[in-house]
Each structure stands twice: as structure tokens, then as C-alpha cells.
């Protein structure tokens, strides 16, 4: 009697075993689609960590993030925080500030402390409409450190709210800002002003073409309201720009219509954007932002398909040309006697390769990286 | 060994609990066609060219997104989004249809009005049957997804990637979905180029459409643009997220298609890799005209139902 007493007691916790194993088992083989990504100071570098030179600033999650020595830093909280862009000295941060109906500038200490709000784009009006707020994004400051540029949503009309590229001093206010580009209605506007090298900027054009497609071109201007130059054509649907250190190449991501977005460098001189030579064109690209030392460029990019952004890496061999092979002078004399010399083992081909530097990290694709020696 | 199995089989079903109650309550839904009114008469003729050639395995399903928030009774919404979309797995082709909500059309339930009506009035089956009678279709299964269904959706499946055309940029968009008072409104931006949409975000650039000059036609563009995005992440559900996908939806999400179904789409979806042969058709202008009633959208037969019969036979 009592051996069946056990035997059912027995069976019974194994049946619930079973029972719950399956469910576990069933749990744990889903996929990993919705796990969140983590924060980029919860990873642990490796002790051989991948390292890319200098201190590279970019935001994920509200919140601003240094790499530095393969290590990361969080420098603010996550409130909204994001389009981190260094002082051409390196010596503070323009960063903007997002909240659910405006957006601000500030200026941050490279620790990222706050300095200083340069826009005010809530509203005072005493009958305040939702439309008296503003977005400010993408700040830049000029090479001179005087001029800070932005894209802001002003002029606006009713429902067509544009972003237009504006400049104002980095000690001001907007009302001492200036309106630098005339956005076409309803496209969304201007985008991610950069200071050129030599003067002007270059900036991003949202408009309909003749064929009623709504794309993005790379266009120049350095006059305050002047229609400017279109660097690139509305098949290529151009954005995303970034001057290499030496000012004579542009970095940029071009979708020529597709839901992938390739990256694309050409020359820059006298104003001029050269032969355009595609680098990437099986990933989705964002942000290129080039080494301050040259020697390649760092970009977002899915880490496996369709999944959340993470930091890549090209080193500069597979975007230029390899030095071209020396020829060896013809032997002096007549036929060789002997066992032919052989050539001496030059040093291994520098790499081409892309490196996923991130693997489980979220960054915010719309936020331009910026990059210090 | 018997008990041990069915205890093992319980804990599987436990584990699918939440899809069987989906599948039960919100999918396989029958649909009542009803017959066509008098209006029908108004019906544009049907084209003259020649239908395309029978396709094996073919189908239509016809997807629905709509307003689900306070300012309307439950099952009296307006359809926001209207896409034909027709599967040949025999070629691995999609083709997607936006239908204009403003369209200006007869409705199966009688009257003229905007086809966006069409399932405030009568439901999934007044949508197919309107969507029927006036493009000259066969469709087979619906779709329809609740804004929050839409959200909870992309957030179940951890986010799309999307190549944003432009920013869009809304001081008008409303803000009725979290939101205590309906008919409030917010302010939106979502900056343009490639990025990882959550729900929130990815329905903010599906249905603003204050900030577009093309208004309805551009939002239909953005949202094939994150439909497609969808399915390419759809390939990676595996039948055990299905459980956790039926929680996260709800009552968010009903369908005709059963769960038999389903299991057998998912294998398809996975094949359909080529963007070349998915071909995404909007109805701009000369398709359509604006200056109908009531800022309704005036349909050019003529034009519209030999492109459609082009790829919905």
C-alpha cells in the first residue's frame, strides 16, 4: 500500500517536472527579438578589446556616451539627450536636449556637466498654442568656435513645419540667429548642417523631385539665403555628411531609393563633390563620422539583421587605393645561373575588413557621431 | 511513459495558452459579405483588359489599420489604412495596393461616401465587399490592426529598421492613443535616415500626414515602407514567440485567417526575400484627384482599374 502510495506521489512530482520542464524549455527557445539593448557601460572590454583611437561621443537611450580607450563613460543622464557634437578645440560638447514638444541646445563640459542652454524654444506666451514651440537638432560650431549652426523649425506655417538651417552666435540668442537656407514646404525641410572646409556648409535638402519622390540631396551654400548648389542628384538620395580631418574628402550615406542606406565617400575640392565611390552597400548605414588621425571611419549599422544599431568600423585600406607594387629592375646581364632569388616577404596586406565593435548596444541612428583627437 | 507525456504535452499547451485564446477569439473570424446595395450600380465598369493569367496559390488579404481610441465605439472605426495585398508563392511576389482612405466611392452597405466608412458601418465585411465591388477583386482574408495593436506589435518583435525618407515633421498629430482627452494633440519628430523604429516612433511616422505635401499618399509610402520592414522581421519568429506575440497584440489584431493558416504563411513569409519582386503601388494623381465632397478623393477608374487588374486578377 505504501510502495503505490509513493509510486503515485512519485509520479506525480514527475509529471509536474515534466509538465514545467516543457513550458521552460518552450520559453527559453524563443527567439531574442524584443530583449533590450543594454547600456554601453554595463559591457565589460575584453582585456584585448578592440580600441579606436582618440574619444568618440554619441548617444543611446536619451543619454550621451564617450568611448575612450575601449572604454565607455556615460556623461549624462538619459533625459533626452542625443546629436553630441565636439568644439573644434575639443574642449566642450553642443548637444541637444529633446523633450516631448521642443528641443533644446546646450553647451556640456567634455564630462558632461551643463554648461550653458543656448536656445529657448518653449513658449512664454501667455496664450501659449502648441505650435509657439520649436525643435532645434543637429548643432555644429563653426571652425572659428564663434557660429553655432543648427537645423530649426522656424519659419513655420500652419501645418508645414520645416527644419531650416540657421546660424547664430554661440554667445547669443536666436534672435540674433540668422536664416541661412529656404526649406521646400511640407518635405521636412533642411537637415545636419557641417561647416565646409574653406567656408560655407553643406547640408541636407529634403524635396520633391519632378517625379513626386520626396528625397534627400547634399547640397552647399555660403551665403545667408541664397538657393545654394546641389552636390548630389535626387536618384542618389544623399545625407548623413561628414568632412574627413584633412577637409578633402566627404563621407555619406546615399540610398538610391532603396530601404538600404550604402556608404559613399568622394572628394572634396573647391567646393566640389567628386566621383562618388560606394564602400559599403549591403548594410544600413548611418552617421559616418571619420578617425581624427585618418585612419578610417566609424559608422552605425545593424549588428545582425533588422536588429538595433551598433558601432562599426572601416579601417581607411578599404577605401583607398593600395600603393602600387614596385616593379623589379630587369636582371643586368644575360641568363641567370643558379637558383633564382627569392622575394623577400614585404609586410601583410593592411586589412580591409569592417569590424562590428558593439554587439548588444541600441545607439540612436539619428544622432550624429563626433569624434576627438 | 503515458502520464509523463501528457503532463510534458499540458505543459506545451500551457506554454500556447495565450495564442489559442487569440486563435479563438480574434482569428479565423468569419465574415458575412454583404450583398451589394442599389448603389452598386454607380460600380466603374469593369476593364477591358485582359485579366492577368490564373496564379497557383495565390491570394488577397486585405489589411486594415485603424483608429481604436475613445473618440470612437469599439467596432465603429474608421479604417486609416486600406492595403491590397496579393501573394504568388509560386513566383515568391508581393504586390501592395494603398487604397486612399479619402476615397470617394459607393459603399457596399449603400450610400457615397469615403471609403474609410466602409468598416465603420458595417465592419470587415463591408470593407472587403466595398473593396470588392469597386476594384473588380477577389480577397480572400483580412487583416485589422488597432494603433495600439500596431505598436504593441513592433514592440513584440524588438523594433524595424527603416530608412526614414525625410523628417517628418507634425504640430498637429494627435495625440489619442495615450492620452486621457481624444482629441488632444502633440508635437512629433522623427528625423529622417536609417534608424531602429520602436511602436512609438514607427506609428508616429506611419500616420503623420499634416506634414506631407502628398498627405495620405505619403503616409500610404510610409507605411508599405514599415510593413515590409515588419515582414523582413517577421522571419525570425520562431512558433515559440508566437505565445508572447498573442499577449503583447491582444484584442488588438483580428483576422479571418486561421491559425492553421498562419502556421503555414510563416515559412512563406521567410521566402518572400527578393525586393525586386515586391511592387508597392500608390494612387497619386492622375490615379486620383483631390475635390471631392467633403475633402474626399475623387477615384479615375479609367486608370485605376486596369493597373489593378494588372496584378489582382
Not at chain 1, 552636390?231 to 555619406?252: I, K
Not at chain 2, 511513459?1 to 500551457?14: E, H, I, K, Q, R
Request: aromatic share 10%; with cysteine; hydrophobic share 40%.
Amino acid at each position: 500500500m505504501i510502495s503505490r502510495f509513493i509510486l503515485a506521489v512519485g509520479l506525480a512530482i514527475l509529471m509536474v517536472v515534466t509538465g514545467t520542464s516543457s513550458y521552460v524549455y518552450l520559453a527559453r527557445h524563443q527567439s531574442k527579438l524584443a530583449v533590450a539593448p543594454e547600456k554601453p557601460t554595463a559591457a565589460t572590454p575584453r582585456a584585448n578589446a578592440f580600441t579606436l583611437p582618440g574619444t568618440l561621443y554619441f548617444a543611446q537611450g536619451g543619454a550621451i556616451y564617450s568611448l575612450e580607450a575601449g572604454r565607455f563613460h556615460q556623461l549624462t543622464p538619459e533625459q533626452g539627450w542625443t546629436q553630441p557634437s565636439l568644439f573644434p578645440n575639443g574642449t566642450a560638447l553642443l548637444a541637444v536636449k529633446q523633450n516631448a514638444q521642443y528641443s533644446d541646445v546646450y553647451v556640456l563640459n567634455t564630462f558632461g556637466t551643463v554648461m550653458r542652454r543656448i536656445t529657448n524654444n518653449t513658449t512664454t506666451s501667455r496664450f501659449q498654442s502648441i505650435s509657439d514651440y520649436h525643435w532645434s537638432f543637429y548643432p555644429r560650431l563653426s571652425f572659428d568656435g564663434g557660429t553655432v549652426w543648427m537645423s530649426y523649425d522656424q519659419p513655420k506655417f500652419g501645418y508645414d513645419v520645416v527644419l531650416s538651417v540657421w546660424a547664430m552666435p554661440v554667445g547669443g540668442t536666436i534672435r540674433q540667429g540668422k536664416l541661412w537656407t529656404n526649406a521646400a514646404d511640407y518635405t521636412g525641410g533642411d537637415a545636419q548642417p557641417v561647416p565646409a572646409p574653406g567656408g560655407g556648409i553643406v547640408y541636407t535638402k529634403y524635396s520633391y523631385g519632378l517625379d513626386g519622390t520626396l528625397s534627400g540631396q547634399l547640397w552647399f551654400t555660403n551665403r545667408a539665403y541664397s538657393a545654394g548648389r546641389a552636390l548630389t542628384t535626387p536618384a542618389e538620395d544623399c545625407r548623413d555628411p561628414a568632412f574627413s580631418p584633412s577637409g578633402t574628402q566627404v563621407a555619406m550615406v546615399c540610398t538610391y531609393g532603396k530601404q538600404l542606406s550604402e556608404l559613399t565617400i568622394a572628394p572634396w575640392s573647391a567646393s566640389t563633390l567628386g566621383r562618388r565611390q560606394t564602400v559599403i552597400s549591403d548594410q544600413m548605414v548611418a552617421q559616418p563620422v571619420w578617425a581624427p588621425d585618418g585612419s578610417g571611419l566609424a559608422y552605425f549599422a545593424p549588428g545582425f539583421a533588422d536588429g538595433p544599431f551598433q558601432l562599426w568600423w572601416l579601417p581607411s585600406a578599404a577605401y583607398t587605393a593600395p600603393p602600387p607594387v614596385p616593379t623589379p629592375p630587369a636582371t643586368p646581364g644575360g641568363p641567370h645561373n643558379g637558383p633564382l632569388p627569392s622575394p623577400s616577404a614585404g609586410p601583410p596586406p593592411p586589412s580591409t575588413a569592417r569590424i562590428e565593435v558593439t554587439t548588444n548596444l541600441g545607439f540612436d541612428a539619428t544622432s550624429p557621431m563626433s569624434w576627438g583627437a | 511513459m503515458l502520464a509523463v507525456a501528457l503532463s510534458a504535452a499540458s505543459g506545451g499547451f500551457a506554454y500556447f495558452v495565450p495564442a489559442a485564446v487569440l486563435a479563438f477569439q480574434d482569428s479565423g473570424q468569419g465574415v458575412a459579405v454583404r450583398t451589394p446595395s442599389p448603389t452598386s450600380l454607380l460600380t466603374p465598369p469593369a476593364s477591358s483588359s485582359p485579366a492577368a493569367p490564373a496564379q497557383v496559390g495565390a491570394f488577397t488579404v486585405l489589411l486594415l489599420g485603424s483608429d481604436d481610441d475613445s473618440k470612437f465605439s469599439s467596432d465603429h472605426v474608421l479604417t486609416q489604412s486600406m492595403i491590397l495585398v496579393r501573394v504568388i508563392p509560386s513566383t515568391k511576389r508581393v504586390i501592395m495596393l494603398s487604397i486612399p482612405r479619402d476615397l470617394y466611392v459607393p459603399l457596399s452597405v449603400g450610400g457615397t461616401a469615403k471609403i474609410d466608412g466602409a468598416y465603420s458601418y458595417g465592419g470587415p465585411g463591408a470593407a472587403i465587399a466595398t473593396v470588392e465591388q469597386n476594384f473588380g477583386v477577389h480577397v480572400d482574408d483580412y487583416i485589422w490592426v488597432g494603433l495600439l495593436g500596431l505598436i504593441r506589435l513592433i514592440d513584440a518583435i524588438g523594433g524595424v529598421d527603416v530608412v526614414t525618407s525625410h523628417p517628418v515633421m507634425d504640430d498637429f498629430y494627435p495625440a489619442d492613443v495615450f492620452s486621457s482627452y481624444a482629441y488632444d494633440y502633440q508635437r512629433v519628430a522623427v528625423l529622417a535616415g536609417a534608424q531602429h523604429l520602436d511602436g512609438i516612433h514607427a506609428m508616429q511616422y506611419v500616420r503623420s500626414r499634416h506634414g506631407d505635401l502628398q498627405s495620405d499618399f505619403g503616409r500610404s509610402q510610409r507605411q508599405q515602407q514599415v510593413l515590409l520592414a515588419i515582414r523582413q522581421k517577421a522571419k525570425q519568429i520562431k512558433p515559440e514567440d508566437i505565445p508572447s506575440l498573442a499577449t503583447a497584440i491582444g484584442s488588438e489584431l483580428k483576422t479571418s485567417i486561421n491559425v492553421t493558416r498562419v502556421g503555414a504563411l510563416l515559412p512563406l513569409a521567410g521566402s518572400l526575400d527578393d525586393p525586386n519582386a515586391i511592387t508597392q503601388i500608390v494612387l497619386l494623381p492622375p490615379y486620383t484627384h483631390g475635390g471631392g465632397p467633403g475633402d474626399s478623393i475623387v477615384p479615375n477608374w479609367g486608370l485605376i482599374l486596369p493597373l489593378v487588374h494588372q496584378y489582382f486578377p
